[in-house]
């Protein structure tokens, strides 16, 4: 009997977690400079009455805000600026309501869209979405352009190339970037006038003092 009880306990547990909402954001994992990238926000709404929630959306750094092209909300945290979607939308019952936006990445690399935050309107439950990770790739063209290097434009930029990036690896290639490259066979010091140029000062110091002096004692 008992038995049972936990299993009919365990059910019942299992159907009042289904009877959640659920946030999904979704998107592209890769996209390329340049492209317009779209992201969705689907809301469920498992109940059997309408749901009014307020949708807060976190806006990436370093994106161009293509529709809507500006943020609804800033926030100043320690004098950074966050800026965010806003909507107020009602769900309907046993139905699933999808919001869009659209932006398009500034810059080569990896962005983060932060959790989507989702607030019943009737009691304040608070709902997220898991953050997204977003792969911005070059637009390969054969030319190793600016803010392109080997590490986030392989196609067009070799490691051999004066891009920014030192691998130090064995790898065939003489890394310009590097100080020493184990394929250029010696050490490189690039930076060798800067290296010599205190004692070079000093020596100057020296030698004008010395001339100070001598002139000084010739006349007395």
């Known amino acids: 009997m008992k038995i049972i009880l936990l299993i009919m306990f365990l059910l019942l547990l299992g159907l009042a977690n289904a009877q959640q909402i659920l946030v999904i954001k979704e998107t592209k994992n890769e996209i390329q400079l340049d492209d317009i990238l779209e992201i969705k926000i689907n809301i469920n709404n498992p109940y059997n009455k309408d749901l009014k929630v307020e949708v807060l959306e976190a806006l990436p750094k370093g994106v161009t805000l293509i529709d809507p092209s500006k943020p609804d909300k800033i926030e100043f945290h320690d004098a950074l600026e966050e800026s965010f979607f806003r909507w ?35 009691n304040n439950e608070v709902y997220l979405s898991d ?26 930029c070799s490691t051999g190339l004066k891009d920014g990036i030192c691998d130090y690896k064995a790898d065939g290639k ?20 800067n290296k010599y140029l205190v004692f070079y000062i000093i020596g100057i110091v020296f030698i004008l003092i010395f001339i100070f002096l001598l002139r000084k004692s010739r006349k007395s």
């Open 88 to 122: 107020e939308v009602n769900i309907p019952a046993n139905k699933i309501t999808t919001l869009k936006y659209k932006i398009k990445p500034d810059n080569l690399g990896e962005y983060t869209l932060p959790k989507t935050k989702v607030t019943s309107l009737a």
């Open 131 to 156: 953050p997204l990770t977003i792969n911005v790739l070059c637009n390969p063209n054969n030319i190793c352009e600016e803010n392109e290097n080997s590490l986030n434009c392989a196609a067009d």
């Open 174 to 193: 003489c890394d310009l970037d590097c100080d020493y490259d184990p394929d250029c066979g010696k050490v490189r010091e690039p930076n060798i006038i």
